[in-house]
């Protein structure tokens, strides 16, 4: 091909080549071989595999690297060969290429989880990364394809490694869950505001069961990006035929869906497990000759966490961020912050998560590490509550550090228009996909008049657009001056705000309490103006938002905006408030309110943070003193710092160990795996509620008696089988389970039938469970199940994995089935108690 790859996308479809995995083991790769280590050993076969894919009409063919990092390499003894492997694995899809098609370095996940969830960092992740990608650019290849990530936060380390590391274009593949969401919680609307601020040369999703799974994700994809979409599905589900997996969909199927792909709005169409090249054969003939889907231009200012988006803009609801996380003239939160606790800092963003739409993280304490605390606050605050961030520092590292904690897309708050800020923090946003806060601030200070404010957002947008920064990346804070001391200038700041939005089109925010310095009634001066600001284009008031009048102020205006589609939100957040009297019949008394907010009034807002913190959802409030209510809160937040504290004062009421246990940390785990069944918590809230709970039982356990502290819920042989070395997901059944009181004996990956059913005789196991994610092993889980029947042991099999599901663990004859971490507790106690009324 002699056009770059991005020309060629506007003209046409281009058709990505199918599975490799299959293919290899089509020509004798055995289970639990190193798919990478197999094709260098054994050229002939790869290029050959290569060679079908390029004639099938594959545009673009990838390299045999998939699990080429350093991590998974390691698996096999082969982390110092990093840069050999990828080498080979080029030169090889090169020669097979032979100019008729691309060459993709092919990136897959490392296997591992960034903490709390894991026990690796950004740097880990992003150094292991940026490795693979400068060898599979230094040894040719065209552009990069990152594949099946379950993370978006390990994605975005593999984005950011690949972009810097080389000048190659890059793919960004997820993997989706069947609820829509990939492993941790992820959305497709929050993948594109995440993923397309950083700008790949496309992103779209890969694996996640067949063409159908896939279509309403690629739909959601396409309809909020400017970019390239591409889609690498599975053919079909996976099926047990005899002992072979099968997956069901021919040829003529996946070229059926090839074009409904097509007609989503996917530029690039290729497969994933299961296709072969007479897949991509039949795909490539219906798409050849496609034009490029036509979209709408989209425009998609917003903010990210993990598992939510924030969306701006006059379709949009309004939003605030949330002031109070910044030590400045608050001493407790200061010493907090020195100390390196962090714990006041969490309780002040899970307060404002249900209020605020967003949080501004300030770390200002004279005589730290800003940048470590930055990091840790960071980490601290999105284990806790999931929320999109502002980092607010003038430290270059503070804000880099919060840009690499930080899972989801952050504002960085804030550069001003003078050459050395921008050239600071221009590359921090490129790089990290952040948007900036420009202030209306140059060398000479803060412009008296309007026009002077709107020449400095000038230079700071075009200095922004000429870094790469796309529109939606840039955000412009007029400044407020205190009424106080420049009372002409208050208008001047909604002038400049009025022209920002007009001339520009930038995004605005505004410090709204700095209004009122030095005067009383600050409230009524601050929500007035903020009333003010919403109806002069305002997009991001930072505030108080337990200010009462200012939200209500912009509840209002949000009715007044047409910003509140048939007045819903705001008739059920008033409903109770009748012609300026509250429910109560009480006058409402401004003054008095401002003096000390009366009760009903608070009720409302403790009502709407529950209501509006779906994320941080209300602990039932247990009977007692308090204590066991707020035991089962800390677990239920993750609260792991203060756990102990809280068991010890439950001790020193007189509370039995074993009535913690069961009132207190045990319905604060079960209410944690309630809520991630209904999809109100993620795979990050669910792991340090555990987390907690596994603290907690550590600390109480010498308190119980011996025969409780003795007690187990049954014993547990876990193992994922022969040839499969995958074990995320089995080490978080693991936690889950033994939070619930289970013995658990972890043989760890890769492990064969004879050593399981060993383990299982030794342990006198009461459940056998099986984990495997290739498609290749899940034979592997019949060999455990009819080694049980054969030894006659009295273990049941429950068995798990992303490739199963319920039909085929009734074909192997499996016990149970578990579709997740969570789902794993309920068939693992049901099984106990069929077991137990067997003895009896």
């Not at 809520?675 to 907690?696: D, H, I, S, V």
Request: aromatic letters at 4%; a negative charge.
């Amino acid at each position: 091909m002699s056009k770059d790859i991005e020309s060629i996308l506007r003209e046409r479809i281009l058709v990505l080549d199918g599975a490799m995995g299959t293919m290899l083991q089509q020509k004798g790769m055995m289970p639990g071989q190193c798919p990478e280590l197999f094709g260098v050993e054994h050229p002939e076969i790869l290029q050959e595999i290569h060679q079908q894919y390029a004639d099938a009409g594959a545009d673009i063919i990838e390299t045999n690297t998939f699990g080429a990092n350093r991590f998974k390499l390691a698996e096999y003894g082969l982390e110092d060969r990093v840069e050999e492997i990828n080498s080979e694995a080029v030169r090889l899809a090169r020669a097979a290429a032979k100019n008729k098609a691309l060459v993709a370095g092919c990136i897959g996940p490392t296997g591992r989880l960034l903490r709390p969830m894991g026990n690796v960092d950004f740097d880990d992740l992003y150094e292991a990364f940026a490795r693979q990608a400068a060898a599979l650019e230094k040894a040719g290849a065209d552009l990069i394809s990152i594949e099946t990530m379950t993370d978006i936060g390990e994605m975005r380390a593999a984005l950011i490694a690949a972009q810097q590391t080389s000048r190659l274009p890059v793919i960004a593949h997820l993997t989706f869950e069947p609820g829509g969401r990939t492993m941790t919680g992820t959305d497709p609307l929050t993948a594109v505001v995440i993923l397309g601020a950083l700008q790949p040369l496309a992103m779209g999703a890969n694996c996640s069961g067949g063409a159908l799974e896939l279509l309403p994700i690629i739909e959601v994809m396409a309809r909020h990006t400017n970019g390239f979409v591409s889609v690498e599905p599975n053919a079909g589900l996976p099926r047990l035929v005899g002992d072979k997996t099968v997956f069901p969909a021919f040829p003529e199927e996946m070229a059926e869906h090839a074009l409904r792909l097509k007609d989503a709005g996917a530029n690039l169409i290729g497969g994933c497990c299961g296709t072969t090249p007479q897949h991509i054969q039949a795909i490539a003939a219906v798409l050849k000759g496609m034009p490029a889907p036509r979209r709408q231009a989209v425009q998609l200012r917003g903010f990210a966490s993990r598992s939510q988006a924030l969306l701006l803009g006059p379709d949009q609801p309004l939003a605030v961020i949330g002031e109070r996380i910044n030590p400045t003239a608050r001493k407790k939160l200061a010493g907090d912050i020195k100390e390196g606790k962090m714990q006041l800092v969490v309780e002040e963003a899970k307060r404002q998560a249900g209020v605020a739409s967003m949080l501004d993280v300030n770390m200002g304490v004279p005589g730290i590490d800003e940048a470590a605390a930055m990091n840790q606050a960071v980490a601290a605050i999105q284990a806790a509550v999931d929320i999109p961030l502002s980092l607010d520092s003038t430290n270059q590292q503070a804000i880099e550090e919060g840009l690499k904690s930080f899972v989801g897309r952050a504002l960085i708050n804030s550069t001003t228009g003078e050459d050395k800020s921008l050239d600071a923090v221009l590359p921090l946003a490129k790089k990290y996909g952040a948007a900036i806060l420009g202030l209306c601030l140059d060398e000479k200070g803060i412009p008296d008049s309007a026009g002077g404010r709107l020449q400095v957002a000038r230079k700071i947008y075009w200095r922004a657009r000429e870094y790469g920064l796309r529109d939606e990346d840039i955000f412009i804070d007029c400044l407020v001056k205190t009424a106080s001391a420049e009372q002409m200038q208050v208008m001047e700041t909604l002038s400049a705000v009025r022209q920002v939005k007009e001339e520009i089109g930038a995004g605005t925010v505004l410090g709204i309490s700095n209004v009122s310095h030095g005067l009383p009634a600050r409230d009524i001066l601050n929500s007035t103006f903020l009333a003010m600001a919403w109806a002069a284009g305002l997009d991001l008031p930072i505030l108080n938002p337990f200010d009462q009048l200012m939200m209500d102020a912009t509840r209002a205006a949000s009715v007044l905006l047409n910003r509140d589609g048939h007045c819903a939100a705001f008739i059920d957040y008033y409903k109770d408030y009748n012609s300026g009297s509250l429910a109560t019949g009480g006058v409402r008394d401004p003054i008095c309110e401002r003096c000390n907010i009366p009760d009903q009034i608070k009720a409302r807002e403790a009502e709407t943070t529950a209501r509006n913190g779906a994320n941080q959802p209300a602990v039932e409030t247990a009977a007692g003193d308090g204590i066991t209510a707020r035991l089962q809160k800390a677990v239920l937040e993750g609260n792991s710092a203060i756990m102990e504290a809280l068991i010890d004062e439950a001790l020193q009421k007189g509370k039995p160990a074993l009535e913690i246990v069961n009132q207190g940390l045990i319905p604060g785990i079960e209410r944690a795996g309630e809520l991630y069944e209904q999809k109100k918590y993620f795979l990050p809230q669910l792991m340090t509620a555990a987390e907690a709970m596994k603290k907690a039982f550590a600390f109480i356990k010498p308190f119980l008696s011996q025969d409780a502290a003795a007690q187990n819920n049954g014993t547990i042989v876990m193992a994922t089988v022969e040839g499969d070395i995958h074990d995320i997901g089995k080490n978080i059944v693991i936690v889950m389970l033994e939070n619930y009181g289970f013995k658990v004996v972890d043989l760890g990956k890769d492990v064969p039938a004879d050593r399981i059913l060993d383990a299982a005789c030794q342990e006198d196991a009461d459940i056998i469970g099986l984990s495997a994610l290739m498609t290749t092993t899940m034979p592997r889980m019949r060999d455990v199940i009819e080694g049980v029947k054969s030894l006659n042991l009295k273990s049941r099999v429950m068995v798990g994995g992303a490739v199963l599901n319920q039909e085929y663990a009734d074909q192997i004859g499996a016990d149970a089935y578990s579709a997740d971490a969570r789902a794993a507790v309920k068939p693992a106690k049901q099984l106990m108690r069929l077991f137990i009324r067997r003895v009896k």
